[in-house]
């Protein structure tokens, strides 16, 4: 749900032919992977951690790879799940596409160092549950930490709750980020671990320690689930 004061549209003009993939593209993309999802079951381990957050603060500030977000926002319907898209032809479909998923995404543009996106969602921290945050988004490199989930941390004073998810069968596409795709009759396991700490201000030492830490404990937790679950990253290409 789009809530007031928050910025969804971008300034940008699109040709005829973006148009056409912006009305035909996300509901062509999202109603099959919908279906794909509901054909496996949904696991979720150590939800005590989101749970916690939103118990004690109202809100949560999650910290996600960008090949997760389909996964995570399907299990998120009814939260109000708000995150980020740059003011780009891709963001605009990313933006549309997630609508199908019961999310939102606030825009920003990408060019000044995600500034606008970063002021936008810091204001949503305040207004929905669950707000998340690509780390290595929007164009990679993959599954490396980007510095702007420290920074909205610092400045919103909120902890990062960093959340993984893996599939036990499915298909990854030749994507940047090797985006999932799950088959069916599987699983999609999601798990967290224990909030950290937000950067005590936004300086950059401040924001590169926190940043480093994140980055290790996602990783980290990745690696781990996919091999607790049987999912070799290197397998199955599309």
Known sequence: MKLPGLQYKSPHTYTRSQRLK???????????????????????????????????????????WHESTALLAHGYQGLNYHSTASYSFDGELAARLVTYFGAEAVRGSSS?????????????????????????????????????????????????????AALTRRIRLTSWDRMPVPLPFGRIVVDYAPPIAPPPNDSQEEVEKTRVLVDSVLNQMQSSLEEAIGDDPKLQYA
């Open 22 to 64: 912006l009305l035909v593209l996300p509901p062509l993309i999202a109603y099959p992977l919908k279906a794909l999802m509901h054909l496996n079951r949904y696991e979720v381990r150590n939800k005590r951690y989101l749970d916690d957050a939103m118990g004690q603060r109202g809100h949560a500030l999650l910290a996600l």
């Open 112 to 164: 000044r160092g995600g500034s606008e996106a970063l002021r936008e969602l810091q204001k949503a921290i305040e207004l929905v549950p669950c707000v998340g945050l690509t780390v290595d988004g929007p164009k990679g490199p993959r599954r490396t930490v980007k510095p702007g989930i420290a920074i909205l941390a610092a400045r919103a004073q909120v902890p990062i709750l960093p959340v993984a």
